[in-house]
């Protein structure tokens, strides 16, 4: 098994953008999810299969992929936006979910 | 729409067996398109995948709790469940169950139950 390292904490401005970026000894890391996570819920896709975002969230969020990393893009955060954040990838039947990271948003 | 719940005891003494079954609506579990988990995520930290099974009775684990796990399928009741046996305190945690085509997504996940491991 691997790791999907992603950095502890991430701070943006209202209206900024917010970078987070997924990355290990996980090669072609092309198809990564996203999860959004607030308090006391249950996680929430917010990217599929890279650079996929499902309808019912909003176009700031966008996913990308370079190499072996991933990152999430949430342009011009809400602070709606303020939440847990996590990678998601499968390799050989088996999950790994990113570290985390906590977006807030000031 | 696809729902789940998670149910089974919320307090689980130190090497007893973990056991919680999560009741499928929506769809059944014998359905070929679905593969069924389940993720935990200890108090503070981070979520941490489980395992899964597929229609087929089919399983992967994670390889940190394999020797330990156990999760099974049960069409008729259009359950799975999960037990994991010797538990310690590290196994305290938020046990979801969630749904996903094979090697996508979770789209679907219970809203959790909290598992305190504790004499």
């Known amino acids: 098994s691997f790791a999907l390292t992603q950095p502890l904490s991430v701070s943006v401005a209202l209206g900024q953008t917010a970078r987070i970026s997924c990355g290990g000894d996980?090669?072609?890391?092309?198809?990564v999810h996203w999860y959004q996570q607030k308090p006391n819920q249950a996680p929430v896709v917010v990217i599929f299969r890279g650079t996929n975002r499902p309808s019912e969230i909003p176009e700031r969020f966008a996913g990308s992929t370079s190499g072996s990393t991933a990152t999430l893009t949430i342009t011009s955060a809400q602070g709606d936006d303020e939440a847990d954040y996590y990678c998601h990838v499968w390799d050989s039947g088996t999950s790994v979910f990113g570290t985390g990271t906590k977006v807030t948003v000031l | 729409q696809v729902q789940l719940q998670e149910s089974g005891p919320a307090l689980v003494g130190p090497s007893e067996t973990l056991s919680l079954t999560c009741t499928v609506s929506?769809?059944?579990?014998?359905?070929?398109?679905?593969?069924w988990s389940w993720v935990r995520q200890p108090p503070g930290k981070g979520l941490e995948w489980i395992g899964n099974i597929a229609y087929s009775g089919n399983t992967f684990y994670s390889p940190s709790l394999r020797s330990r796990l156990d999760i099974s399928l049960d069409t008729w009741k259009n359950q799975f469940s999960l037990n994991l046996i010797s538990v310690t305190a590290a196994d305290t945690a938020v046990y979801f169950c969630?749904?996903?085509?094979?090697?996508?997504?979770?789209?679907?996940w219970g809203r959790g139950t909290v598992v305190t491991v504790s004499s």
């Open positions: 996980y090669f072609g890391i092309k198809d």
């Open positions: 969630a749904a996903n085509q094979p090697l996508e997504s979770f789209p679907v």
């Open positions: 929506g769809v059944s579990t014998r359905s070929r398109n679905y593969f």
